[in-house]
């Protein structure tokens, strides 16, 4: 049995991250990382992989972001931990003690239980094997209909990617609108109509209810009776977290993953849970919360390695910033939506403005549309979406999700400081978030 100072069950950001630090901290540590993929892919950027255009080989997470940083990989599923004797036994019966464990082990495509759903024409999103299979069908110029099913991020970052590619795209959402869990009605509206006047064929609150292969088609039959016929389906409905092996292990795990304290530690001072698999806190409420983010993984990764070190760090909770682009429309938020502030027990007040992104004397002006949720009372920003063309929405998404860990107040925002430039932002008296604030009259 070989001995190790930290054990890394997955190989994903959390991981590697984790590894990062922990090199940072103390080289002499033996540390390995253990997963069941032999070469992982950036997840997030898999859409933007279907059309070919860069080789296949860009989307792959090089190994050396573990290897060449103190840390050994271990290729092989982990099928047992024993946390009394702290040792993790593999599917082919090696065995490895560790002193620390980090359960980073992600999460994994939602496949909804519907005959069909096994098809060789019905393609998950998150694997590299995955994406090589997106890239062979939206590539064959016999296939050239695609339903994708799904409307969050991935899903219509895909509707959009095959649809630039000459695909005639139909978009099947269960929920009563596309994007919901991320962003206000009031942007979504625009956003589905984006999609609309670009010709993806969008579907709201219908479900999948099978596949089946029909003739040289593929038949997508969905409630209330309408049917779709396609070349192939993508399965971009959501993930379901990979908490199976710390539950077998003793430890506790909710709807929202493994459960773990404000230090990470997962129901012991030695196991730690980090990334899509654990069970965050909102910085925003307090409650229990999913935070299926690439950025989320990196920075509890950080704080699970920091501890092992002893640095002793809390991780006060994420605020989930979060962008996507949708035919050249930049869309984000961080912190709650208004109604999931008001499902949370505040009382709100929004503020909203439209404000443009350049002087007014400059060609190519565009507005750029902000919302902002603040607490009604002591006037605590809750959270706020913005929506804009181009591609800075994750720069307006990085200044919320700071405001909104600095306890920020709609006050605070009124008077903020910023830049100004004629090409570059609007004229001075015109900050967007200072309008926005100013709009959120809390007399109202």
């Known amino acids: 049995m070989q001995q190790l100072d930290v054990a890394i069950i997955g190989g994903g950001p959390a991981g590697r991250v984790a590894v990062h630090t922990l090199e940072a901290g103390d080289p002499d540590l033996k540390v390995a990382v253990f997963k069941d993929e032999e070469v992982n892919v950036n997840r997030c950027a898999v859409p933007y992989g279907i059309d070919g255009a860069k080789p296949l080989q860009k989307y792959q997470i090089s190994n050396s972001l573990v ?44 496949l909804p239980p519907v005959p069909g759903v096994d098809l060789p024409r019905v393609l998950p999103v998150r694997s590299l094997q995955d994406l090589a299979r997106l890239r062979e069908c939206a590539g064959s110029p016999l296939l050239r209909r695609a339903v994708v099913v799904g409307g969050g991020y991935i899903g219509v970052e895909v509707a959009g990617v095959l649809r630039g590619m000459g695909l005639s795209v139909t978009l099947v959402e269960m929920l009563p609108a596309i994007l919901a869990q991320t962003t206000e009605p009031e942007f979504i509206t625009r956003l589905q109509g984006v999609l609309e006047e670009n010709e993806v064929a969008v579907r709201t609150g219908t479900a999948v209810e099978s596949f089946a292969d029909a003739d040289r088609a593929l038949k997508v039959s ?8 396609c070349d192939f389906a993508v399965l971009a409905a959501g993930v379901r977290l990979n908490t199976e092996l710390a539950a077998a292990a003793g430890l506790e795990v909710s709807r929202c ?75 984000g938020s961080a912190g709650l939506t208004e109604e999931a502030a008001r499902g949370a027990g505040f009382e709100v007040v929004t503020g909203a403005a439209a404000v443009p992104d350049r002087y007014p004397m400059m060609d190519g002006v565009d507005d750029i549309h902000v919302k902002l949720v603040f607490e009604r009372g002591g006037g605590r920003l809750l959270g706020g979406s913005v929506l804009r063309r181009g591609s800075c929405a994750a720069a307006d998404v990085d200044f919320l999700s700071l405001a909104l860990q600095m306890g920020a107040t ?31 009259d809390p007399g109202r």
């Not at 990989?73 to 980090?102: H, Q, S």
């Not at 969905?222 to 016929?229: A, K, R």
């Not at 978030?433 to 100013?438: D, I, S």
Request: net charge negative; aromatic share 6%.
């Open 222 to 229: 969905l409630t209330g009776g309408e049917s779709v016929d």
């Open 410 to 440: 709609r006050d605070d925002l009124l008077v903020h400081q910023y830049a100004t430039h004629p090409e570059l932002a609007a004229k001075p008296s015109h900050n967007r978030f200072v309008m926005a604030a100013r709009d959120a």
């Open 67 to 110: 290897t060449d940083h103190g840390a050994d990989l271990i290729i092989g599923r982990v099928a047992k931990v024993d946390l009394e004797a702290r040792r993790l036994t593999l599917e082919d019966g090696r065995i490895f003690g560790f002193a620390d464990l980090i359960f980073a082990t992600g999460a994994r495509p939602l």
């Open 257 to 331: 993953g493994i459960v773990t304290d404000d230090h990470l530690q997962a129901g012991s001072p030695h196991v730690y849970a980090a990334g899509d698999c654990a069970a965050l806190r909102s910085l925003v409420s307090g409650e229990p919360t999913r935070g299926e983010f690439g950025t989320n993984a990196v920075f509890t990764g950080r704080v699970a390695a920091r501890n092992i070190l002893g640095d002793d760090v809390a991780f006060p909770g994420v605020v989930n910033g979060n962008a996507t682009k949708v035919f050249g429309w930049g869309v």
